[in-house]
């Protein structure tokens, strides 16, 4: 079985700064997926990033970049140059390769950006 | 190009009663996932839909089932509501099964159902 945590119930962060939010995994699976949503206060998730299992490059996507070290099982979100708009939850998730399979989502992180 | 809709936004239930809660998915996608996420935790997914069929199923009693159309729509229904019913039903819509790992779902906003 899949399993994603997520301990940071909330961080705060400085307008145009930087923060990591952090995610851990634990899967049998030797391949799989990990994803990082983001849910406004209006309750859709947005898609931010993907990151396959035997990607050999962290990804980037804009100003989310997520920091992969797969021997630790982690999936770091860093958000470069916060904003106010992205105070929201964060969650983090996973599938493994067949892709057909539901995401696994972890508790997510609420993330307050301070102007 | 639309997104996931869902219908209604918001919808209060007293125990015992039954919900239909509808979903269009996002324009071009036949695949559809129900995920329930109570308050503060994260979605769990429910069953998905594809070719009118029930394909996967989580971890949900059978007081919960679903619908897919011909046009691709869904409908979640959950009958005789308990309290703990209480949630964010949210719809994803994909394009297909068994596609890459990164096959993308979209979501739709939710609705909010709330049980007294």
Redesign the interface.
């Known amino acids: 079985a899949q399993k994603?945590t997520q301990t940071q119930p909330g961080m705060f962060v400085q307008e145009k700064e930087a923060v990591t939010l952090d995610c851990t995994y634990d899967t049998s699976d030797p391949?799989?997926?990990l994803f990082w949503?983001k849910q406004p206060s209006?309750?859709?998730?947005?898609?931010l990033i993907?990151q396959?299992s035997y990607d050999q490059q962290n990804a980037t996507e804009g100003r989310y970049s997520l920091n992969f070290q797969k021997a630790r099982k982690s999936a770091n979100l860093v958000i470069s140059a916060s904003q106010l708009g992205d105070s929201a939850m964060y969650?983090c998730?996973m599938?493994?390769?067949?892709?057909?399979?539901?995401?696994?989502?972890?508790?997510?992180t609420r993330l307050s950006v301070i102007a | 190009d639309a997104g996931v809709t869902q219908s209604p936004t918001h919808l209060i239930k007293t125990r015992g009663q039954q919900v239909t809660l509808r979903c269009s998915p996002k324009s071009g996608h036949d695949t559809v996932s129900w995920y329930q996420q109570a308050l503060g935790q994260g979605p769990q997914f429910i069953f998905q839909y594809y070719e009118e069929e029930e394909r996967q199923r989580g971890n949900f009693p059978d007081r919960f089932s679903g619908h897919q159309f011909p046009n691709y729509s869904s409908e979640l229904n959950v009958n005789a509501l308990l309290l703990g019913d209480s949630a964010l039903y949210l719809c994803a819509s994909s394009l297909g099964l068994g596609l890459a790992v990164v096959n993308e779902q979209f979501f739709g906003p939710g609705t909010r159902l709330t049980v007294l």
């Open positions: 994603i391949s799989y997926g949503y209006s309750g859709e998730m947005i898609f993907y396959g969650f998730a599938r493994d390769s067949s892709g057909n399979t539901p995401l696994v989502f972890g508790k997510g």
